[in-house]
């Protein structure tokens, strides 16, 4: 069950909510102003915060802000309380790093469907590839907004293994596994030499991975990955045997209509190991 943080000056409100809350086995904590409301989410570190919009003296907006912001607190799940329920209000609630919201006044029940959707999304923030044991695309998003949050100037790198499912079909399961495998340990270990202190690596799902760097790194780190990757891949594949020249020059043919130039030069290279 979840540690929730409820926000509301509606005493009434609040103690219903946390009655309900707690009923369900959750833990929770609640104070009736915005005043001191980050302070004490900070001393209990809760997985959700339920945020009234408007509140004496200090906003839910604001207090949102603040929580993406900080360093120990951006990875919580927010869920606003809105009175008024209109577009505009409701989506500058999200920007501001609310993940969901949910209109005054509502029943308990809708409440817990919002919650449960909340700890969901903490489970995917927090889950990892069982191939690559890297963090997928809810736990980058959370990532980039607390970045955006903060002000820094980020880049965020798309990589791309071009390639990967005709080497799927030739090798197989095993190969799928040791072609993500090896380009995790890649990346981890590359960006762990090159002294990139502030990174986040992602992995999307197949082939694709994210990296997040400081502005300043980007152009180090894509240029390095790529010099890096081309001197490593071979590790991926065996070596072919071939029993007659007719056999290379088919082989030589489908490697030409692989390489089709963009207007630069370009070496294309066959490493498979079958004709597939």
Same mark, same amino acid.
């Given at each position: 069950?979840?540690?929730?943080?409820?926000?509301?000056?509606? &005493?009434?409100?609040?103690?219903? &909510?946390?009655?309900?809350?707690?009923?369900?086995?959750?833990?929770?904590?609640?104070?009736?102003?915005?005043?001191?409301?980050?302070?004490?989410?900070?001393?209990?570190?809760?997985?959700?915060?339920?945020?009234?919009?408007?509140?004496? *003296?200090?906003?839910?907006?604001?207090?949102?802000?603040?929580?993406?912001?900080?360093?120990?607190?951006?990875?919580?799940?927010?869920?606003?309380?809105?009175?008024?329920?209109?577009?505009?209000?409701?989506?500058?609630?999200?920007?501001?790093?609310?993940?969901?919201?949910?209109?005054?006044?509502?029943?308990?029940?809708?409440?817990?469907?919002?919650?449960?959707?909340?700890?969901?999304?903490?489970?995917?923030?927090?889950?990892?590839?069982?191939?690559?044991?890297?963090?997928?695309?809810?736990?980058?998003?959370?990532?980039?907004?607390?970045?955006?949050?903060?002000?820094?100037?980020?880049?965020?790198?798309?990589?791309?293994?071009? *390639?990967?499912?005709?080497?799927?079909?030739?090798?197989?399961?095993?190969?799928?596994?040791?072609?993500?495998?090896? %380009?995790?340990?890649?990346?981890?270990?590359?960006?762990?030499?090159?002294?990139?202190?502030?990174?986040?690596?992602?992995?999307?799902?197949?082939?694709?991975?994210?990296?997040?760097?400081?502005?300043?790194?980007?152009?180090?780190?894509?240029?390095?990955?790529?010099?890096?990757?081309?001197?490593?891949?071979?590790?991926?594949?065996?070596?072919?045997?071939?029993?007659?020249?007719?056999?290379?020059?088919?082989?030589?043919?489908?490697?030409?209509?692989? %390489?089709?130039?963009? *207007?630069?030069?370009? &070496?294309?290279?066959?490493?498979?190991?079958?004709?597939?």
């Amino acid at each position: 069950m979840s540690r929730i943080l409820v926000v509301d000056d509606d &005493v009434d409100l609040a103690e219903l &909510v946390k009655t309900k809350l707690a009923s369900e086995g959750h833990e929770v904590h609640c104070i009736n102003s915005g005043e001191g409301a980050f302070e004490l989410a900070k001393h209990v570190k809760p997985d959700i915060a339920v945020l009234d919009i408007m509140l004496p *003296g200090v906003t839910g907006y604001q207090i949102c802000r603040r929580i993406r912001k900080d360093p120990e607190l951006y990875r919580m799940a927010i869920l606003i309380l809105t009175a008024l329920g209109e577009e505009p209000e409701v989506f500058h609630g999200l920007e501001q790093g609310a993940d969901d919201y949910l209109v005054k006044p509502f029943k308990l029940d809708g409440l817990i469907e919002k919650i449960t959707s909340m700890d969901a999304l903490l489970e995917a923030i927090t889950k990892r590839n069982p191939l690559t044991n890297l963090p997928g695309t809810d736990a980058i998003k959370r990532e980039i907004n607390h970045r955006l949050a903060r002000g820094t100037a980020i880049a965020s790198c798309y990589i791309d293994m071009v *390639g990967f499912k005709p080497y799927c079909a030739a090798y197989g399961r095993e190969g799928q596994q040791r072609a993500l495998e090896f %380009a995790a340990k890649m990346l981890t270990q590359l960006i762990r030499n090159m002294g990139i202190y502030e990174f986040f690596i992602s992995h999307m799902g197949g082939e694709h991975f994210v990296v997040l760097v400081n502005l300043e790194d980007y152009e180090r780190f894509c240029a390095t990955l790529i010099r890096t990757f081309d001197q490593m891949v071979n590790q991926l594949y065996s070596p072919r045997q071939y029993k007659s020249a007719k056999k290379m020059f088919e082989v030589l043919a489908q490697a030409r209509q692989m %390489a089709v130039p963009d *207007g630069k030069s370009v &070496v294309f290279v066959d490493r498979r190991r079958t004709d597939r």
